[in-house]
């Protein structure tokens, strides 16, 4: 190796470290705190209403602050938000939907991981309001005591999603990085996409469900849907007083529980890591029964032709405990 490009080499070994040892002095110095080191820049407090005669729909992009939504005490849009300097939102209405977005800005104007302390931009809505599209990309989102005429879409890069009280024509929720909270909800169509984060439903109400979950668990109390569908890939499913017409529970990595589960046409457990044990409404001569288990004990025969319900279960390693409840 030539002199000139040993030199430079150390040199940049030299200054490479320099600066951990730096950064680890600063972070010490912060005593664990990043906020330390990386001041948050100052928001400040705005608002802004609008007539809610003129205004059927919501679509809103909070940035780096959560959204809130609750119940306006009028008929009209009422909205408190954050921002660094005048003019980092925009609001505009037209064909009667409100747009709230965050102003673009230049690419060197956005360098920085600790830009904001994210704050809550709360909205007051109308029951006038029909459906509503909201995205938080660095926050969480929460609504509460709101029933929709149209369809309630929701998408959440790096915060969770909580829902109570809420009624809406169909739901959607996207979550990357964030838990998914529904408790009192009533809808048409629900589906739920968390990438990694726990799906909770509480008092739930719909003609159907659908939940992917990457890496996350599925828990759900007092639940009614004509058709349920829930995959995981990594993450038990939990299940408790369920009412369903058919449903299919899949998880990879990941155990299957459920209590007093009511089936009127089909159900289908799926595991391919991990137990399925539950309590189900009927008796075994209810179900025709397919019960494949490669490797554990199962209470189930592998093959039963009884009533009209069907009963299929499929466990690569783990055992399978199905109690019937007369």
Request: proline share 2%; no cysteine; glycine share 10%.
């Given at each position: ?188 169509q629900i589906k739920i996409s ?130 019937f409840l007369k």
């Amino acid at each position: 190796m030539k002199t000139s490009v040993k030199v430079w080499l150390s040199l940049g070994i030299g200054l490479l470290v320099l600066g951990l040892v730096t950064a680890g002095i600063g972070f010490a110095l912060a005593k664990g705190d990043f906020n330390r080191l990386f001041p948050a820049a100052a928001q400040f407090e705005a608002a802004k209403d609008f007539s809610g005669d003129d205004i059927t729909g919501l679509v809103v992009d909070a940035d780096y602050n959560g959204i809130s939504l609750v119940p306006s005490e009028d008929e009209d849009i009422h909205i408190t938000y954050y921002e660094e300097e005048k003019g980092d939102y925009t609001f505009a209405v037209a064909d009667q939907i409100l747009t709230i977005e965050p102003v673009k800005k230049p690419w060197w104007q956005q360098i920085g991981v600790f830009t904001y302390q994210p704050k809550t931009m709360v909205i007051e809505v109308p029951k006038t309001l029909e459906f509503i599209t909201a995205e938080a990309s660095a926050a969480s989102f929460a609504m509460e005591d709101i029933a929709l005429k149209g369809d309630l879409a929701v998408e959440s890069d790096a915060g969770a999603v909580k829902l109570k009280g809420v009624a809406s024509k169909n739901l959607s929720v996207d979550s990357s990085a964030g838990g998914v909270v529904l408790d009192q909800v009533t809808t048409g169509q629900i589906k739920i996409s968390a990438d990694a984060g726990r799906v909770s439903f509480t008092d739930v109400t719909a003609k159907d469900a659908s939940v992917k979950v990457s890496a996350g668990k599925v828990t759900g109390k007092n639940i009614t849907v004509a058709g349920l569908t829930v995959d995981s890939d990594a993450g038990a499913v939990v299940l408790d007083t369920v009412t369903v017409s058919t449903a299919q529970i899949k998880t990879s990595a990941g155990r299957i529980e459920f209590a007093k589960l009511t089936v009127a046409k089909a159900l289908t457990l799926n595991s391919d890591y991990g137990a399925i044990r539950g309590s189900l409404y009927g008796d075994l001569t209810d179900f025709t029964v397919t019960a494949r288990v490669e490797a554990g004990k199962s209470n189930l025969p592998p093959s039963y032709q009884g009533g009209t319900k069907t009963l299929d279960v499929f466990a690569d390693a783990g055992a399978v405990e199905i109690d019937f409840l007369k």
